[in-house]
């Protein structure tokens, strides 16, 4: 945990500089070329190197939402609460909360970052059949250039049958289950 805006900023940047060449030497020195990145806004070198292999890499959209919105320049006191538009469930925030945006440090990164994601391939993980809206609103953004892949959960081997037991409860189950479950423990059938 940083104990700082400010130190998080200088992390940031220290990690996208030092971290892109070593990274991109990974990259070409793989025996199976990778199909995809998932990675966040914190590393957008990943966006450079998903472009020059030609593969897709995940981002996240409510971040697009707040920028696309300009929440930080057009919402009203520090304190007044808001309802965050584009995304298919009501989610209400504050100015306060995301007052880290207003920082002019983070200006070039959060515009590297909207440029990057919205040029890139989107790779969701979520399954398009539990949340269909997020998949729709996802795929608008990206020009339909989205793939949704499930939780990585499903992809580990040896928890495949409890998770897909977990998932095949239905739906509105699942749903319910993602909301309230503590991602730091495995789901218990």
Known sequence: ????????FSFSNAANF?????AEKLFDELTAAPS???SDMCLPYTIHIARKLNIPCFFLQCFHN????NVVENKAPESEYFVLFGIPDKVVISKAQIEHLTDKRWKHF???YVANSIATNGTITNFEELEPAYARDYKKMNNDKVWCTGPFLVSNKASTTVDRAWLSLGIEA???GLRNMDLRKRPIM
Do not use: H, R
């Not at 030092?18 to 070593?22: D, G, H, I, N, V």
């Not at 707040?66 to 919105?69: E, F, R, T, W």
């Open 1 to 8: 945990m940083q104990p700082s805006l400010g130190m998080g």
């Open 36 to 38: 995809c990145i998932n």
């Open 66 to 69: 707040l920028q696309a919105d």
């Open 18 to 22: 030092s971290w892109q060449p070593p």
């Open 174 to 176: 699942s749903k319910s």
């Open 110 to 112: 959060i515009d590297e």
